[in-house]
């Protein structure tokens, strides 16, 4: 079975400071992938970022990062420079290879103040 | 390219009733999945279809609801009888075999 953990339920970040957002995850499976998707007030989900489990490097898309670390199964998601735009619910979500279904986390409720 | 399409926005229904939901996946992709997020909490899986075919239902509800992805049209989730716990946002998405899967706006269901 896999499981993702969202420790942080609610995070306040200054604007144009970097933020790191929390993400673990539990499965028996070697092969998978991790997604960040981002819920704004306005309820739409938007891909962010993707990392698979045998990428070498580090996934990036713009000022967002993904800090993979495989031995640890986390993956945090990394925000350079936040901008105002940046408030938001952001998910983590994994996937097994083999399996289409994405498994989310609780979420994290990003607030970035001016 | 147009991305994944869901209507209703919003729908209100009174028990009872049924609830129709709609998702045109984006163009190209076969896979349509629907998942389900109460309020405050993350998506949950509910089905995942591929065009005339119901790959893996294993988080929809045994009763009441159903899904379909025919030849012809959109996917639709059919929610029938209606309760107020059935109140939710309904997310669908699409994607190609093994990619990510891109989300639609999403139904905001409302069961008075």
């Known amino acids: 079975a896999q499981k993702i953990t969202q420790t942080q339920p609610g995070m306040f970040v200054q604007e144009k400071e970097a933020v790191t957002l929390d993400c673990t995850y539990d499965?028996?499976?070697?092969?998978?992938?991790l997604f960040w998707y981002k819920q704004p007030s306005s309820g739409e989900m938007i891909f962010l970022i993707y990392q698979g489990s045998y990428d070498q490097q580090n996934a990036t898309e713009g000022r967002y990062s993904l800090n993979f670390q495989k031995a640890r199964k986390s993956a945090n998601l990394v925000i350079s420079a936040s901008q105002l735009g940046d408030s938001a619910m952001y998910f983590c979500?994994?996937?097994?290879?083999?399996?289409?279904?994405?498994?989310f986390g609780t979420g994290t409720r990003l607030t970035i103040i001016p | 390219n147009a991305g994944v399409m869901q209507n209703p926005r919003h729908l209100v229904r009174r028990r009872g009733q049924e609830a129709r939901l709609r998702c045109s996946p984006m163009?190209?992709?076969?896979?349509v999945y629907w998942y389900r997020q109460l309020p405050e909490e993350g998506l949950k899986f509910m089905v995942y279809l591929q065009k005339e075919n119901i790959i893996d239902e294993s988080g929809m509800p045994k009763e009441r609801f159903s899904a379909e992805f025919p030849k012809e049209g959109p996917s639709i989730l059919r929610i029938q009888q209606v309760v107020r716990g059935d109140s939710a946002a309904y997310f669908c998405?699409?994607?190609?075999?093994?990619?990510?899967?891109?989300f639609g706006p999403g139904t905001r269901l409302l069961v008075l």
């Open positions: 163009k190209g992709h076969s896979h």
């Open positions: 998405a699409s994607s190609d075999l093994q990619e990510t899967q891109y």
């Open positions: 499965t028996s499976d070697p092969s998978y992938g």
């Open positions: 979500a994994m996937r097994n290879f083999g399996n289409e279904k994405l498994t």
